[in-house]
């Protein structure tokens, strides 16, 4: 066999390899890509966490604003990350499904605490209906139950 034709048929294989190789590396780094988004907002939602439970705390007190402010800042978290989750893919189908539930669960998690927003502005610092809490409160957990079972999926 000529030099120049077993030149060919290595840098074909390399070629090939490449075009079949290249897909997989990048698609295992999706999964990555997705843990380092959910890394990267950790700070913010924690912080939000602990305004929205100290209002929480005041609120029987009369103070109003810091939980509506603490709740707006939650919810706007949430829906970041949530969108920017949404341009992402998983590599893998666990990958995928824990993007989905993640997703899913922000989500419900946003609508329980826009919610509950809406509520507490309605309610003018007086008590919330407790149908309206406990609405709120189960939308919550079905949203913390789905985003926990994204990120056990994620492997986080």
Not at 20 to 26: E, K, M, N, Q, T
Not at 68 to 89: C, F, P, W
Not at 147 to 153: E, F, R, T
């Amino acid at each position: 066999m000529p030099r120049s034709v077993r030149r060919f048929s290595l840098l074909s294989g390399l070629a090939l390899c490449a075009v079949l190789g290249g897909p997989i590396a990048v698609a295992s780094a999706s999964d990555n890509t997705l843990r380092a988004t959910i890394n990267g907002f950790a700070p913010k939602i924690v912080k939000d966490e602990n305004a929205v439970k100290k209002g929480l705390a005041g609120y029987p007190h009369g103070k109003v604003k810091p939980l509506v402010h603490a709740l707006n800042h939650e919810v706007g978290d949430l829906h970041s990350l949530k969108r920017k989750l949404s341009h992402e893919s998983g590599s893998s189908a666990s990958g995928r499904k824990a993007k989905t539930d993640i997703v899913k669960g922000l989500g419900l998690i946003a609508t329980a605490y826009g919610a509950l927003r809406k509520d507490v502005q309605a309610a003018n610092g007086g008590p919330v209906p407790a149908s309206q809490v406990n609405a709120a409160v189960n939308t919550d957990k079905k949203g913390r139950k789905k985003y926990l079972a994204g990120l056990k999926l994620l492997g986080g």
